[in-house]
């Protein structure tokens, strides 16, 4: 069912039955691997249930819990503000729905769920900090697609750190896609115009281009994000088809204040949080299409290659409010 974005059409033996086993299996990853943010949502709805008004008692133990889940103020008072008003213009009929409808609208960007372009080859462009879990989500992503039947390629533009490349040529070897490689130390934007050559003769379907990790608040090396962008659009004047930042959901509101810089500094089209299944800090995923606008497209919520599983609005909602039964 998610994964189908990619697919391409074969015939199937009781596709139903085996997309709704794949869509099960997939909300039980989901809900476990954001056990530690469901904690507090889940505390946080239980207590409204039957709840017809937002009172101040209840409205600061909403407050509360989404910021122990690392909503950041502005969204928290936001979302409390939303339920608020649907309660008033009888749009919900209780607290529960109310939230539940807040949540879901204050994710909007991410309505829409992402599929792969029709341009041959796709390039999609990988940015983010060090230690943002950039490199593995690439190989992640590259084990995704070869799944999928499509000819994957991948560029290891993190030339600034050796096992950024090492780290690649792993994921190379272990899901057969081939790497586009330089020494340590060379030119970004070279591995990456390499890798665009590379992608237009083998030909390959879709190239992940990898980039060198960087503060962002460091002016040259995000500036080098742009070089980066150029030269690829010199060899394919619509690439890259997507720019998504890759973030570390333990890090929090610092994850927020990283995307403002890089959506400054460079057209990113997306997110991707990574370590959702560490933290209790999920939150981080609504104040981010609050306060930005951008899509969440892809999360992590484990340490297996399949524990990439692309961002469904509904479905997480689902995840962080559905109270289990005694």
């Not at 997309?19 to 946080?44: C, I, P, V, W």
């Not at 609050?290 to 297996?304: A, D, N, S, T, Y």
Request: net charge positive; with cysteine.
């Amino acid at each position: 069912m998610i994964f189908n974005i990619f697919k391409k059409n074969q015939p199937e033996k009781n596709p139903q039955k085996k997309e709704a086993s794949r869509g099960s299996g997939l909300f039980d990853r989901l809900k476990q691997g954001l056990s530690k943010t469901r904690t507090h949502f889940q505390s946080m709805f239980s207590k409204l249930l039957g709840i017809k008004k937002i009172d101040d008692d209840n409205r600061n133990q909403l407050l509360r819990a989404l910021l122990l889940c690392d909503i950041g103020p502005q969204t928290a008072e936001f979302l409390i503000c939303e339920a608020e008003e649907r309660l008033q213009t009888g749009s919900a009929e209780t607290a529960q729905e109310a939230v539940k409808q807040a949540l879901s609208e204050t994710l909007s960007p991410s309505s829409t769920p992402w599929t792969l372009p029709n341009d041959r080859p796709v390039v999609l462009l990988f940015v983010g900090v060090n230690g943002s879990g950039k490199t593995t989500t690439i190989g992640r992503m590259s084990h995704i697609l070869s799944q999928q039947g499509l000819r994957v390629g991948m560029a290891a533009g993190d030339t600034f750190r050796a096992a950024a490349i090492d780290q690649i040529k792993a994921w190379g070897d272990r899901t057969k896609t081939p790497v586009i490689a330089q020494k340590p130390g060379a030119d970004s934007a070279s591995v990456l115009f390499e890798g665009i050559q590379a992608a237009k003769t083998k030909p390959f379907d879709v190239l992940l281009g990898d980039t060198a990790g960087r503060l962002h608040n460091k002016t040259n090396l995000m500036r080098e994000l742009t070089k980066v962008k150029k030269v690829i659009q010199k060899q394919i004047p619509e690439a890259p088809h997507e720019t998504w930042l890759v973030i570390d959901a333990t890090v929090g509101q610092n994850g927020l204040k990283q995307a403002q810089e890089f959506k400054k500094s460079t057209d990113v089209t997306g997110v991707i949080l990574t370590k959702l299944d560490g933290t209790a800090k999920g939150g981080i995923v609504f104040s981010i299409s609050r306060e930005l606008g951008l899509p969440v497209r892809f999360i992590g919520v484990g340490e297996q290659a399949s524990d990439l599983i692309p961002f469904d609005r509904d479905k997480y909602i689902d995840a962080l409010l559905t109270v289990e039964s005694e």
